[in-house]
């Protein structure tokens, strides 16, 4: 009800006028609005949504976002190129691993650093195993939100094999911050291949319990297909990426469009559908773990010998001990990269690298003013994209598909706030 | 990555367009008053469907930087694969650029969010509000000129006790 409209009722009541009838009252002003979030459990993290209800549907949709913002973008003028991969573990913390590669991937286009062949493969390796635990909860929790809790055990069981591995590969189970610029922190070491084969052997079977829990399940299907559907055009008038446009027929994978890493050296399809409804997104995260794992076991059988991190002579990776002690050259390099007024050489230069992330596409936007700190260090949150579509899916649905809706988009608030 | 033909009917259809080109990167410069106009030229003639992001750039501290603020327009073609990065300059007393959203719905909160973080308007946006910020927030957090421990906004926030409530 509109305001005046609200006063003229007043003015009527305190004059002692009780008849019903208010001039210019109409079906809107049945409406009513309710409030969901930042704190409810169906939101996953703090993000706010006002609804606006005729009875159980959903008339309009205003996210109202930015509970979650601690500076992100800011800190990145502020910190190395280094240090900020720290940063970039919070965004999307389903998948640091992910955001670690993404970031220095942005900074090596900058500086123009070429990584050595047995980096590129690790740092597909665990790029992929972040994919495939980010799409095991985003899936997990889409069937957790449309009742399906034994689904959601058996996806997190399997994403607790991939923390052991990331444990195992550099120490920290959830913040990564595994990647350093020019290289890794830590090279592969023989027990992690095996883990990462063991796991390889064992996700098919979870996967396939996984789509026989749901694939068919009259529950979940009646949930989800039809719910929130995202056509092609709009997929794309709106900037949708990754799974969430796939699932609308866009056939855009940054891994095969613009291979960057080693994907050129692998064997995988892109998965798409051609509904676009939650339904169908779905499906797509869930065959894109079977190809993530086709190229995690290709990659892990044939990771090339040699360096894991560039050489001296590119000036941004710390040379080895041997290298410090025995050699003139690592022991210059390491001291111009220890001697915080000295660091590497950065161009006056601005560049946009993407990546495929779980999420969709995850880019920054670097620009470099010579010192080892950027100068704006922009990220393409893919969440942020997504979550503005998420008013247009919702129009018209009931109530209770919001949590369908909001799970299928995979919004990570972190990530949508920075 | 990007084909020359794009960029070749880009430069016959706006002359005051100049390129430039960093790591197979492929950058157009267009004057403020283009910007719509080009963007609309490269969606319809030359398939950059896809708008990937807007964002801003603050030259203040910059060196040898010319313009206070330099708008980022990223686009990619999802037929044809190519991507280009289109830049347009603004400075200080006329902050104030088309909006996009007419092109692309995608481009709403990418505007917000340059509005919230820099003080771009942009005209004939459907909803130019802050988004990532608080409403009563009054400066632009990501221009240099702004410290990185803010300036007491936080301080300041009025503060609800338990026994107000």
Same mark, same amino acid.
């Given at each position: 009800?509109?305001?005046?409209?609200?006063?003229?009722?007043?003015?009527?009541?305190?004059?002692?006028?009780?008849?019903?009838?208010?001039?210019?009252?109409?079906?809107?002003?049945?409406?009513?609005?309710?409030?969901?979030?930042?704190?409810?459990?169906?939101?996953?993290?703090?993000?706010?949504?006002?609804?606006?209800?005729?009875?159980?549907?959903?008339?309009?949709?205003?996210?109202?976002?930015?509970?979650?913002?601690?500076?992100?973008?800011?800190?990145?003028?502020?910190?190395?190129?280094?240090?900020?991969?720290?940063?970039?573990?919070?965004?999307?913390?389903?998948?640091?691993?992910? =955001?670690?590669?993404?970031?220095?991937?942005?900074?090596?286009?900058?500086?123009?650093?070429?990584?050595?062949?047995?980096?590129?493969?690790? &740092?597909?390796?665990?790029?992929?195993?972040?994919?495939?635990?980010?799409?095991?909860?985003?899936?997990?929790?889409?069937?957790?939100?449309?009742?399906?809790?034994?689904?959601?055990?058996?996806?997190?069981?399997?994403?607790?094999?991939?923390?052991?591995?990331?444990?195992?590969?550099?120490?920290?189970?959830?913040?990564?911050?595994?990647?350093?610029?020019?290289?890794?922190?830590?090279?592969?070491?023989?027990?992690?291949?095996?883990?990462?084969?063991?796991? $390889?052997?064992?996700?098919?079977?979870?996967?396939?319990?996984?789509?026989?829990?749901?694939?068919?399940?009259?529950?979940?299907?009646?949930?989800?297909?039809?719910?929130?559907?995202?056509?092609?055009?709009?997929?794309?008038?709106?900037?949708?990426?990754?799974?969430?446009?796939?699932?609308?027929?866009?056939?855009?994978?940054? &891994?095969?469009?613009?291979?960057?890493?080693?994907?050129?050296?692998?064997?995988?399809?892109?998965?798409?559908?051609?509904?676009?409804?939650?339904?169908? &997104?779905?499906?797509?995260?869930?065959?894109?773990?079977?190809?993530?794992?086709?190229? $995690?076991?290709?990659?892990?059988? =044939?990771?090339?010998?040699?360096?894991?991190?560039?050489?001296?002579?590119?000036?941004?990776?710390?040379?080895?001990?041997?290298?410090?002690?025995?050699?003139?050259?690592?022991?210059?390099?390491?001291?111009?990269?220890?001697?915080?007024?000295?660091?590497?050489?950065?161009?006056?230069?601005?560049?946009?690298?993407?990546?495929?992330?779980?999420?969709?596409?995850?880019?920054?936007?670097?620009?470099?003013?010579?010192?080892?700190?950027?100068?704006?260090? &922009?990220?393409?949150?893919?969440?942020?994209?997504?979550?503005?579509?998420?008013?247009?899916?919702?129009?018209?649905?009931?109530?209770?598909?919001?949590?369908?809706?909001?799970?299928?988009?995979?919004?990570?608030?972190?990530?949508?706030?920075? | 990555?990007?084909?020359?033909?794009?960029?070749?009917?880009?430069?016959?259809? *706006?002359?005051?367009?100049?390129?430039?080109?960093?790591?197979?990167?492929?950058?157009?410069?267009?004057?403020?008053?283009?910007?719509?106009?080009?963007?609309?030229?490269?969606?319809?003639?030359?398939?950059?469907?896809?708008?990937?992001?807007?964002?801003?750039?603050?030259?203040?501290?910059?060196?040898?930087?010319?313009?206070?603020? %330099?708008? @980022?327009?990223?686009?990619?073609?999802?037929?044809?694969?190519?991507?280009?990065?289109?830049?347009?300059?603004?400075?200080?007393?006329?902050?104030?650029?088309?909006?996009?959203?007419?092109? +692309?719905? %995608?481009?709403? +909160?990418?505007?917000?969010? @340059?509005?919230?973080? *820099?003080?771009?308007? *942009?005209? %004939?946006?459907?909803?130019?509000?802050?988004?990532?910020?608080?409403?009563?927030?009054?400066?632009?957090?990501?221009?240099?000129?702004?410290?990185?421990?803010?300036?007491?906004?936080?301080?300041? *926030?009025? @503060?609800?006790?338990?026994?107000?409530?």
């Amino acid at each position: 009800m509109a305001l005046t409209q609200v006063r003229t009722l007043e003015n009527r009541l305190a004059e002692g006028d009780f008849s019903s009838s208010i001039e210019g009252l109409t079906e809107h002003d049945y409406q009513w609005t309710l409030n969901f979030g930042p704190q409810h459990p169906a939101t996953h993290t703090t993000l706010r949504l006002v609804l606006k209800l005729e009875g159980e549907r959903v008339v309009d949709a205003v996210p109202d976002i930015g509970y979650l913002h601690s500076g992100f973008e800011k800190i990145g003028e502020h910190l190395n190129y280094n240090q900020y991969v720290t940063v970039t573990d919070r965004m999307n913390y389903i998948s640091p691993m992910a =955001n670690n590669v993404a970031w220095h991937c942005a900074v090596e286009t900058l500086l123009g650093i070429e990584l050595t062949p047995r980096c590129k493969y690790i &740092r597909t390796i665990i790029a992929e195993l972040a994919r495939i635990s980010d799409h095991l909860l985003c899936n997990g929790a889409v069937g957790l939100d449309t009742g399906a809790f034994t689904f959601f055990l058996y996806a997190f069981y399997q994403r607790e094999v991939i923390y052991d591995i990331f444990e195992t590969l550099c120490g920290a189970r959830f913040t990564n911050s595994y990647t350093r610029v020019g290289g890794v922190m830590y090279d592969i070491t023989p027990l992690v291949t095996e883990k990462i084969r063991t796991f $390889v052997k064992n996700l098919p079977k979870t996967l396939d319990d996984m789509d026989r829990l749901l694939n068919r399940n009259r529950i979940f299907v009646d949930r989800t297909k039809g719910v929130g559907v995202l056509t092609r055009e709009e997929a794309i008038h709106r900037s949708a990426t990754g799974p969430i446009a796939r699932a609308s027929g866009v056939t855009r994978d940054l &891994r095969k469009d613009e291979p960057y890493l080693a994907y050129k050296d692998f064997d995988f399809q892109v998965c798409a559908a051609k509904s676009g409804d939650c339904f169908a &997104r779905y499906l797509v995260r869930q065959a894109e773990m079977r190809e993530s794992l086709k190229i $995690v076991a290709a990659a892990v059988e =044939n990771i090339p010998a040699g360096p894991v991190n560039v050489g001296i002579d590119e000036r941004v990776a710390i040379p080895t001990k041997q290298q410090v002690y025995q050699t003139i050259e690592g022991t210059i390099s390491h001291f111009e990269l220890t001697m915080s007024n000295r660091g590497f050489e950065v161009p006056h230069e601005e560049s946009y690298t993407a990546t495929e992330a779980p999420n969709g596409e995850l880019g920054f936007y670097l620009v470099g003013d010579g010192s080892d700190v950027a100068y704006r260090a &922009r990220c393409r949150p893919p969440s942020y994209i997504h979550f503005a579509i998420f008013p247009h899916l919702i129009q018209g649905h009931t109530l209770s598909d919001v949590v369908a809706v909001l799970g299928s988009l995979n919004i990570i608030a972190a990530e949508l706030d920075r | 990555m990007i084909q020359l033909a794009s960029l070749d009917a880009l430069k016959a259809a *706006f002359p005051t367009v100049s390129i430039s080109e960093f790591r197979n990167q492929m950058r157009a410069v267009v004057p403020p008053a283009e910007i719509y106009d080009s963007l609309e030229f490269l969606r319809d003639d030359r398939e950059f469907e896809l708008l990937v992001d807007i964002t801003c750039v603050d030259y203040l501290t910059f060196r040898d930087a010319e313009h206070r603020f %330099g708008l @980022v327009y990223l686009l990619a073609g999802i037929e044809t694969n190519e991507r280009l990065t289109v830049r347009c300059f603004l400075d200080e007393p006329k902050l104030t650029v088309p909006s996009v959203v007419p092109l +692309w719905e %995608g481009a709403n +909160w990418m505007e917000r969010e @340059v509005y919230d973080m *820099f003080g771009i308007e *942009f005209e %004939g946006h459907p909803d130019l509000r802050r988004i990532l910020l608080p409403d009563e927030f009054t400066a632009f957090p990501l221009r240099k000129d702004y410290p990185m421990q803010g300036r007491g906004e936080r301080h300041n *926030f009025p @503060v609800l006790r338990r026994n107000m409530a």
